[in-house]
C-alpha cells in the first residue's frame, strides 16, 4: 500500500461519518498495523484482532 | 548456514518504504540552516488531524519528448528537492537524502514579507514516488505525494495534495492567497521538473476536489501552535535571554 491507499481510506473514512458510522478494521498484519499507526489513520478506525471483536465494539 | 534467507523470514517488497511510527519530531540541528526549534516535539499530523475542508489537489505535467522513465525521474526530484522549488521557498534537505523517517526543514516566505519555518517528514519513498506529512503547526495538515508515471508513452511527473488547513488561521488565507501561492508554489516545481529533463514551457494541469467540505471544529485550538501565528507575532516576541556559550537567535 503506497499513499493512494490512505488516501482512498481516508475518503472512506469521511464518507461513514457523514452517514454517521463508525468505521473499524480487523485482520490487519503487523505491516498494515503500523502503517496506520504512522498515518495516524488508527487515531479514527479502530483496529482489531477480529470480526467479533470488531463488532462487539460495534454494538457497543 | 545457508545464508539465503527463507521466503517467510524475507521482509516483503514494501516493507522498509515506510517510515517507522512517530509521534514527536526530533531534529539535531545540522548546520542546514533550518529552524530545528520550528519542529522540535512537535507531533506528525495527518489529514485527519487538521480543521480546514479536505482537499485532494492534484498538478501533473506531462514530459512530452523527453527519455526519461519515471524512476529517473524521481531520483532526480530526491536528490535535489530545493532545486526545483521558487527560490521564495528554501528546503534544508536531510543529510541521509530523501529516505523514510527522515526530517526535512523548510522555510517560506509569507505575505508581509514575513518568514515561516516549519518542516515535513518522509514517510513513504519507493522508486517512483515518495511522500512526506508534516509536524504540528505546518499551515497543512495532511499527506504529499511526488510520483512519476507512464501514459500513452509519456512520463508524467505529479504532485498530489491530501490536505486540509491545519489551523482556523490558515483556513480563512486559504481563498484570499493561499491557494494562490500553493498553485504558484507546485506549478513552478513541476516546470522546473519538465525544464531539467529538456521540457522547456511545459503546461501544467490541475485538479482540484473537494473530500470533505464540514470543518473539523474539535480542532479550532491548532491556532496556537500554527508555525504562521509564530512568525507573523515573532517580531513582537522579547529574546530570550542568553546564555552564555550558547545563542538564542530568535530572527
Known sequence: MNSGGIGLLVKLLVRAQRQKQRLLAYGLSDHYQRIFERTRLADAIAIHDDESTALEAARA | MDPTPSPTSRPGPAEGQWAEPIRAFHVADDG???????????QLIGPLQGFGKLWQKTYRVRLEGATATPTEVIRAWKSDFGAFWPTSNRFHAPLAGITPGEVALISGKMPGGLTLSTGV????????????????????????TFSAEQRDGVTVAQVQLFIRAYDPLTEISMPMFGNRIEDRMWIHTL?????HFGVVDAEVS?????VDKKRQWRYFGNWR????????????RRKAPVAAGSTADDS
Open chain 2, 225 to 236: 501552535t500554527s508555525s504562521a501565528l509564530y512568525a507573523a507575532t515573532r517580531p513582537f
Open chain 2, 121 to 144: 517528514y518522509v514517510i513513504y519513498s519507493d522508486d517512483e514516488s515518495f511522500s512526506y506529512m508534516n509536524p504540528e503547526g505546518h499551515p497543512w495538515a495532511g499527506m504529499i
Open chain 2, 191 to 195: 516546470r522546473a521538473i519538465a525544464a
Open chain 2, 32 to 42: 542546514s540552516g533550518g529552524d530545528a526549534r520550528s519542529v522540535e516535539g512537535r
Open chain 2, 206 to 210: 490541475k485538479q482540484i476536489v473537494l
